[in-house]
């Protein structure tokens, strides 16, 4: 049977929506997906205790509420998927089964694990770099380059240099205690974070999959999701 993936869902336009590209890297891998809206915490539990992973995707800003600070450029902000992404990752922890998060998602497990965030980077870092580059830029895979730490699963994956897209303007401020940095930015963002079974990117490798190395960031979730 194939690995059953749960894919939570964001909020636009008064719609519950997930990009057809995370389904669409998720199936080419070899998975079946199962969308799952805010609902209660019992029945989320009852869901993803069917799945065999988890994937935390892109969306809006992480209510700073989560990391008990005031809001300071966060905007704008889903309350209904707050609780619904933090409780879907620590669960899913717990049971030791893998989480692939993606930009927000990235964000939102480091908040889940303890850490914050940036709420805006171009007023609260002195980084030069443009995160949200790839948003107005004619070539959607341009965005900047990422170095990537010779001693992660990732870099088994990625190589130690490769160029990623960039679509946000939050990033992670204090990593959590027990996530690992495995990318970074020039300007010393984190671009992307492991441990045990989790690996998460700032940037969009679903929108990028016709490059053999972010195809294989899917392919290697659904085939840890398959053990
Ligand atoms: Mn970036």
Redesign the pocket.
């Known amino acids: 049977m194939k690995p059953k993936i749960a894919l939570l869902s964001r909020i636009n336009d008064e719609r519950y929506t997930v990009n057809q590209a995370y389904f669409d890297g998720l199936t080419y891998a070899g998975a079946d997906c199962i969308i799952l809206p805010p609902m209660s915490i019992e029945n989320l539990h009852f869901f993803l205790d069917h799945c065999d992973g988890l994937l935390v995707p892109g969306g809006n800003d992480v209510n700073p509420i989560t990391y008990a600070e005031m809001n300071d450029g966060s905007f704008p902000i889903e309350d209904e998927i707050e609780t619904l992404d933090i409780e879907a990752i620590l669960y899913m922890a717990e049971q030791k089964k893998p989480i692939f998060g993606i930009c927000r998602g990235l964000q939102i497990i480091n908040v889940a694990f303890g850490g914050s965030l940036y709420q805006d980077l171009p007023s609260q870092t002195d980084t030069t770099?443009d995160?949200n580059?790839s948003l107005n830029h004619k070539d959607p895979l341009k965005?900047?380059w990422?170095e990537v730490d010779v001693n992660s699963h990732l870099y088994t994956l990625l190589g130690s240099k490769i160029e990623?897209?960039?679509?946000?303007h939050q990033?992670i401020k204090e990593l959590a205690s027990n996530l690992m940095a495995s990318a970074h930015?020039q300007d010393g963002?984190v671009?992307a974070l492991e441990t045990d079974g989790i690996l998460a990117v700032?940037?969009h490798p679903e929108r990028m999959t016709a490059i053999a190395p972010f195809q294989a960031l899917f392919n290697d979730f659904v085939s840890k999701c398959r053990k």
């Open positions: 770099l995160h580059h965005g900047h990422i990623v897209n960039s679509y946000h990033g930015a963002l671009e700032q940037w």
